[in-house]
């Protein structure tokens, strides 16, 4: 993983003193890195994001961590609507569904995973911390989309990925409203099928929709535990 120092000077301070808590993976859905980059680090754009990912695996660092970088815009996650005090931003260079979504190469994964592993032993995150744009803001945002490896991720200690649904009588609004997602969200089941489903991003949730989401809280809650 090569790092690669690329100030922006789009960030501020984190409001309340707020703990690091999440950390939330996007992409650029920009045409090309350079491009990404530029916007990135405009002032009069004031978007940024702590880190920038190239499809071959460089890291662009643009706002230290300890600073709150404009990554997360209007959103919620666990009733927490200043997502941006509490969060690090990860953005991967993807030409996104507006230019032609493409799968995440190995070698931007592979930086990925060395750089969430190394936040997460700086941060305090717990595993229901680690989320997409589109968890925290389903009704805006569809990234980092359904070709977005999360059980990759998960097998390597970042966040988990239920690898079988468990049975529960609890409906699927509610447990949604319990993972974090915005109860308030129009679209907030979409955007569960898009990261734990992606086979019926177009379709109806099904039972095992329910199932999965009752397995990933129970499994958050076992990471959580304290020993």
């Not at 649904?165 to 949604?176: A, F, N, Q, Y």
Request: overall charge negative.
């Amino acid at each position: 993983m090569r790092m690669i120092e690329t100030p922006s000077p789009n960030f501020g301070d984190r409001r309340g003193g707020d703990a690091v808590t999440m950390l939330v993976i996007h992409y650029t859905g920009m045409r090309s890195a350079a491009e990404s980059l530029a916007r990135l680090c405009d002032p009069a754009a004031e978007v940024s994001a702590h880190y920038l990912i190239t499809e071959d695996g460089d890291v662009h660092r643009l706002v230290a961590e300890e600073k709150r970088a404009w990554h997360a815009g209007l959103g919620q996650w666990q009733g927490d609507r200043d997502v941006n005090s509490r969060s690090i931003g990860i953005e991967l260079q993807n030409l996104g569904h507006e230019f032609g979504y493409q799968p995440f190469p190995a070698a931007q994964i592979d930086s990925l995973i060395d750089l969430a592993l190394g936040i997460l032993d700086r941060h305090a995150i717990p595993a229901s911390g680690i989320v997409g744009h589109s968890d925290i803001a389903p009704d805006r945002k569809l990234d980092p989309g359904e070709l977005f490896p999360w059980p990759v991720l998960a097998a390597a200690g970042i966040g988990v990925f239920p690898e079988a649904g468990i049975d529960t009588e609890e409906d699927l609004e509610s447990l949604l409203t319990r993972i974090g997602y915005d109860p308030m969200a129009q679209n907030r089941i979409s955007a569960f099928l898009r990261r734990f489903r992606p086979d019926r991003i177009d379709g109806q949730p099904d039972i095992e929709c329910q199932r999965l989401a009752a397995a990933y809280l129970a499994a958050n809650n076992h990471q959580e535990e304290p020993i």
